[in-house]
Structures are given as structure tokens and as C-alpha cells.
């Protein structure tokens, strides 16, 4: 008989299987993206898709320590660019919890109303989870929904200016210590002599030369999104 490998734990609600990742439920038999479930005991656990989560890339491909990529339960989130909430709801399996029994908070931003009926949707299973429509540059917009400053920030936007909005709100929303993830797509960034890798160093420029924020990882997500890569900071 061929033993396989434990489960190595990243976060109270996340795990990882050799290549692949997973969270645990915090609704029971739905699955929000057709995603595969499997049961283990009294927990069920949905697999978590790297080439669907630029979140999940990053915690497979970085070379530093998966776990600080990922908020602790009952933390306070704030998701920039929340697209339907396929990647928002495994962050909230991990720190909200089935029934919030975490006391958790996962604010989502959107600016698509379409997106934004997805995320009611799923809000509505799942407590601790706040939509928010609006434009995700404007602190203005965002802060009558976040209960405090936030522990973990994730930016996903198409935009232009990405590593400007990136620093501007997590000046706004970043508590001291507080992870944050700019997940960037070089071609929605400015055109720039150089192409992608001229990007990635002005977004990296930026990044470092802000007085709040170090940066510890660029992380080449290209394998799962091409022309991507996201930088992981942390609020000093």
C-alpha cells in the first residue's frame, strides 16, 4: 500500500494537497464555481483552481512561506476587484467560516453591477461577506463598509494606474503588520518601452518607493495567467 502524502496545513480553512489547494466549505454542498468537493470526516473541502485564482497561484508558485500570503480567521479583508466572488469565497471559507462562527469580515469591491448580483448572491449564504458596489480607487467609496482597518488586502483591477491605486489604498485601509497582494496584468498597465518586464519594474519602483509598505516577493504567476505577476507586501 502507497502512503500518500498528509495534507500540509496553510491556514486554519486552507490546505495543501501536493499541486493542488483546497478550503474548507463554510456552506455544505454548494460548490460557487462547479469546483469539485470531497468530504474528510465532518468537513468538506472545495478544491481551490490556480488558473481560475491569481490568489491561489501565488500561494502555490511563491518561494517564500505559502501561509503569510493567506489572512487568519476572523481577520478583517478587503478584496479590491472582486469580479463574481469565486476567489472572495474561499477566502471567506477560511476566515469566516460556516455561520461566521469566526467572527470574520471579508469586504468585496466591485464596480460591475453584474458582478455585483453574483456577489448578493453569494453574500446571502454566507455571513461575514459585504458586497460593496463601487469604484475600488476611492477610499471615500469603501470606508462606511469596513469595521477597522484591514488585516489583508488583495487588488485585482484592470486599470490603469494599479500600482498608484495599490498604494493609495492600502495607506487608506492597511493596518500595521497587514499582508497585501497586488495581483498585476501587465497589459492593462500603460504602454512603456520594454513590454511586460518594464512594467513589472515601474510597478516595483513604485511599490518600494512608498513610505508604508516593504515589498518581500514578486511572484511570477505566468504559468497560470500569463502576463501576470503578483507582488506581496506587508504594512510597516
Known sequence: MIDLPKP???????????????????VKGVSVRGERRKRDGRNEWRLWDPNRSKVAASVLKTKRDASALLPEAASTCLYLGASSGGTVSHIHDNVCGAGNHHGGQVVAVDI???MMRDLVKLAERRQGLVPVLADARNPLAVAPYIRGKADWLHQDLSIGDQAETFVRMTSAFLKEGGAALLSLKAASERWMEGGDDARFEHTKSIIEDCQHLELLEVIDISVFEEQHAVFHCVRI
Not at 500540509?8 to 463554510?26: P, T
Open 8 to 26: 500540509v496545513k496553510l491556514a486554519w480553512g486552507i490546505r495543501r494537497e501536493r499541486r493542488s489547494l483546497w478550503s474548507r466549505n463554510a
Open 112 to 114: 460591475s453591477p453584474r
